[in-house]
């Protein structure tokens, strides 16, 4: 019982000093997954939602070590989710298919794809972060593990001839037959 009342000090004074040592305000502008270090192979702690003041404590690679007073929770979530200022554009997140279109879905598919396989090494880079998908070094590779999980998150952009056929009418779009061109013309 002693033990249990000493680490709730111990957090509560922690969380009360978290605002006085951040060195830079920022905004949540993605709903973000926390993580206790700077690895999508890390614990998760939770989440911080879109448009949630945060302080940002510091960086590495692509992740920013953040504090969210609202959600009482410190940790590491992607760089990309978090703007610096506190007038960023938020942009919201739901379960829902994305329906802002191809490009948004292959984006938001590069970024997952990043995170696809988990390994024990920490998988963050130390220069500048991109959303492309990077390579595999030999060692992750053999010690990679599919994440299902996300890759079930993935399938919410998979096209289907609903979708398809719903962006076709909202564009006011429809179908034309292109004759093939066969053969070199000079």
Avoid: C
């Avoid at 305000?25 to 989440?47: C, D, F």
């Avoid at 945060?54 to 989710?81: D, P, T």
């Avoid at 942009?91 to 994305?98: F, P, W």
């Avoid at 998979?158 to 006011?172: D, E, M, P, V, Y």
Wanted: avoid cysteine.
């Amino acid at each position: 019982m002693l033990m249990k009342h000493f680490i709730s000090i111990v957090v509560l004074s922690i969380l009360s000093l978290a605002p006085v040592l951040a060195n830079q305000e920022g905004i949540v502008v993605r709903t973000a997954t926390v993580h206790t270090s700077p690895s999508h192979g890390a614990r998760r702690l939770g989440e911080v939602t879109a448009g949630t003041a945060v302080s940002i404590f510091s960086r590495q690679g692509g992740w920013k070590e953040i504090f969210s007073e609202q959600h009482s929770i410190i940790g590491w979530v992607r760089g990309y989710q978090v703007r610096e200022g506190s007038a960023a554009p938020v942009v919201e997140t739901t379960n829902e298919a994305d329906s802002r279109g191809f490009l948004a879905g292959l984006a938001s598919f590069s970024r997952k794809a990043s995170s696809f396989f988990k390994s024990d090494r920490s998988a963050t880079s130390s220069g500048t972060a991109t959303i492309g998908v990077r390579g595999l070094s030999e060692d992750e590779i053999k010690t990679a593990q599919a994440d299902f999980a996300e890759f079930e998150k993935m399938q919410r952009f998979a096209s289907n001839g609903k979708r398809a056929g719903s962006f076709a009418r909202q564009g006011k779009l429809s179908s034309t037959r292109v004759p093939h061109i066969s053969g070199n013309k000079q």
